[in-house]
């Protein structure tokens, strides 16, 4: 059974960095593509950052791009989310979500974490 757990947010000044972790259980990175999404309050969720470990593949949305880094975490089974230069629209609930396989993009993701959620102040 895989289970995807984030943590990690919280209230930040804008300017700000947080990090972001999602410690994953039931999957192996070496065949999963693991990608971070938000969804801000009256929104749909979006995309943010997806990593293919195995092949050394990441991949960002334009408006987090030179912000924000998806990474594996050196030990255990957990990706990481760091956030720099947060901005008050950044403000929102962060999700992890996992698929089998590298093959295609991140339109769809069969497993998802139940979000953290990351308030940016002015």
């Known amino acids: 059974q895989v289970q995807l757990a984030e943590s990690g947010g919280g209230l930040v000044q804008a300017g700000g960095s947080l990090r972001l972790s999602c410690e994953a259980s039931?999957?192996?990175?070496?065949?999963?593509?693991m990608g971070w999404f938000r969804q801000a309050p009256g929104k749909e969720r979006e995309f943010l950052a997806g990593?293919?470990?195995?092949?050394?593949?990441?991949t960002y949305v334009d408006s987090v791009k030179g912000r924000f880094t998806i990474s594996r975490a050196t030990a255990g089974n957990t990706v990481l989310l760091q956030m720099n230069s947060l901005k008050v629209e950044d403000t929102a609930v962060y999700y992890c979500?996992?698929?089998?396989?590298?093959?295609?993009?991140?339109?769809?993701?069969?497993?998802w974490g139940k979000g953290t959620l990351v308030t940016v102040s002015s």
């Open positions: 990593l293919k470990w195995g092949i050394g593949v990441a």
């Open positions: 979500a996992a698929r089998f396989g590298y093959s295609g993009g991140y339109s769809q993701m069969d497993y």
């Open positions: 039931g999957l192996t990175f070496n065949n999963h593509r």
